[in-house]
């Protein structure tokens, strides 16, 4: 049986629409009816980086659900936050986040987690890689260009979307117009991500 609803976990630091664009390409090239976003506290891979403070990536989240709404108003599904993350404290690994979701899903075979192609050439690298190839169905999203390597064991579906050239790290460089309209308000409003 496959489940309906979908992760996407990340520092979201900031949101911006290539975020949004993967919530829409799941919904309509994945049927995914619910996405979960799970902020981390601290990403395992972006241990040397300084995000904004956590309240402060959910409030732009909040803002960019909202956004959603607005740029694909006929688009119906669900869009959670789950704190689950900061609650836990420390670094946060997909694995954990993931055995934290296996019960709330426990009568489904595997739990998706979209993840976007630059992600999945070092799969098999992540934290508890073994447990994450039994227990996920990976998403994978264009982002770059079709992967040039990935785990031949993983379950990966891959889909042929749409590429939204966009990036956290562009915005945190000053790129502003990757941000959608509520997000970039607040952004600028709180002269947050000045180059």
Known sequence: MKSDTALLGGSFNPVHIGHLHLIHDAYSLASIKRVVLIPALLSNFKRSSHPLAFEQRVKLIELAIA?????????????????????RGGIS?????IRYFLPLYGKQDK???????????????????????????????QREGAAVRYPEDADIVFFNNQ??????SSV??????MLSARVRRYVEDNGLYRA
């Open 163 to 168: 590429k939204v050239v966009s990036s956290s």
């Open 93 to 97: 690994y997909t694995s954990d986040t």
């Open 67 to 87: 956004d959603y709404r607005d740029i694909f108003p006929s688009d119906d599904v669900e869009i959670e936050i789950s704190l689950v993350e900061k609650e």
């Open 172 to 177: 945190r460089d000053g790129v502003l117009d």
């Open 111 to 141: 739990i998706n987690f979209i993840i976007g192609d630059d992600l999945v050439e070092n799969l098999d690298k992540w934290h508890e890689y073994p447990f994450l190839r039994d227990h996920v169905r990976f998403l994978c999203f």
